[in-house]
């Protein structure tokens, strides 16, 4: 392989009602292991801007890792609002064009669900005792199956001559016996964006109908709230069978133009606060992170919350209204008369 990659990115602009449109503003990349946001070696657009629907990116700012083999190439974007998007992977072999030698196969082995780390699972053998072909066979009776039925999640790997490990390639399976009548049901499910809280934690979502019974599920939206701040985030959900097996993340990015495209009336109703008519101090029901008072003028005040209280005794006497935001982002109203 050159040493150097070529990259393109597809830059996506949302929000035609916006007087500026979002833009990409900053590229990085990384080898293998993700150092997180912002840490990773940035990249430089062929033109010095990432301006274009499709970019070229400097082919000298992709540095090759040192050891040749299998590695994962990395990339993702940032916009003007300081969203990172999700990252874009690419298994790429680093073999340096002054040797002849390919690589090959020489190890491989599965897991069941949690990953023991690298050599240490359960070693697959090929079907002619070695891996020399393109296409390999393995011996089916070297996979043992998980003891408890339901949902499972398969995971193979292969290491080349080289000593590096490619990446992990899974597929769910049921593990269900015929000598049972019983199938997997979906009992749980759960969303979350962009952090995953950890299995049984995230938001839980109710299917439509009550219950989770069909081959093709409508999910209630009243109870999916929407985040802060505008752009790109990941929506992330996941359901459990019947036999409390949680299954994969299933993940898509959405850029999130409006946090009020919940019913902002909806929220208000779950909020109050007392006292109203008030002097000098009013308090919420319910937490809430920011508050905007706005008065009949449309001039903006900005006002402190503390333990969701709210000090208005500065305000001139007149009636107010109060732009609230929950501290999951969203936003709602509420009429306050000052004495």
Same mark, same amino acid.
């Given at each position: ?92 072999? !680093?073999?340096?064009?002054? /040797?002849?030698? &390919? @690589?090959?196969? %020489? $190890?491989? *082995?599965? +897991? =069941?669900?949690?990953? #023991? ?57 049921? !593990?269900?016996?015929?000598? /049972?009548?019983? &199938? @997997?049901?979906? %009992? $749980?499910? *759960?969303? +979350? =964006?962009?952090?995953? #809280? ?74 109050? +606060? ?66």
């Amino acid at each position: 392989m050159k040493n150097f990659i070529y990259c393109f990115i597809l830059g996506i602009w949302g929000m035609a009602s916006q007087a500026q449109l979002n833009k990409i503003t900053q590229g990085e990349y990384f080898w293998d292991t993700d150092p997180g946001e912002g840490n990773a070696t940035a990249l430089t657009a062929a033109d010095g801007n990432f301006d274009n629907v499709l970019e070229s990116v400097m082919q000298n700012t992709a540095a090759v890792p040192g050891t040749a083999g299998l590695h994962t190439f990395n990339i993702r974007l940032k916009d003007n609002v300081g969203v990172w998007g999700p990252v874009f992977k690419n298994v790429v072999n !680093t073999g340096n064009s002054t /040797t002849t030698a &390919y @690589a090959t196969l %020489t $190890q491989a *082995e599965y +897991f =069941w669900d949690t990953d #023991p780390g690298e050599g240490s699972a359960t070693a697959v053998a090929a079907a002619d005792n070695t891996f020399d072909a393109v296409l390999e066979n393995v011996m089916q009776n070297t996979a043992s199956i998980p003891a408890t039925p339901g949902l499972h999640t398969f995971s193979i790997r292969i290491k080349d001559n080289t000593g590096n490990w490619g990446p992990v390639f899974k597929n769910i399976v049921h !593990t269900g016996n015929s000598a /049972t009548s019983n &199938y @997997a049901t979906l %009992t $749980q499910a *759960e969303f +979350f =964006w962009d952090t995953d #809280p950890g299995e049984g934690s995230g938001t839980p979502i109710a299917a439509a109908d009550g219950s989770f019974d069909g081959v093709i599920e409508g999910i209630l939206q009243s109870n999916v709230y929407l985040v802060n701040p505008l752009g790109l985030h990941k929506f992330n959900i996941r359901v459990k069978d019947n036999q409390g097996v949680w299954g994969p993340v299933f993940t898509n990015v959405i850029f999130n133009e409006n946090v009020l495209s919940v019913d902002p009336h909806t929220i208000a109703e779950n909020y109050y +606060f007392i006292p109203n008519p008030a002097t000098s101090v009013i308090r919420f029901n319910k937490d809430i992170e920011s508050i905007i008072v706005i008065d009949l003028n449309g001039r903006q005040m900005a006002a402190s919350v503390n333990n969701n209280e709210v000090n208005i005794e500065g305000l001139a006497t007149g009636t107010y209204i109060l732009k609230v935001t929950t501290p999951e982002g969203l936003s709602f109203n509420k009429k306050m008369i000052k004495r």
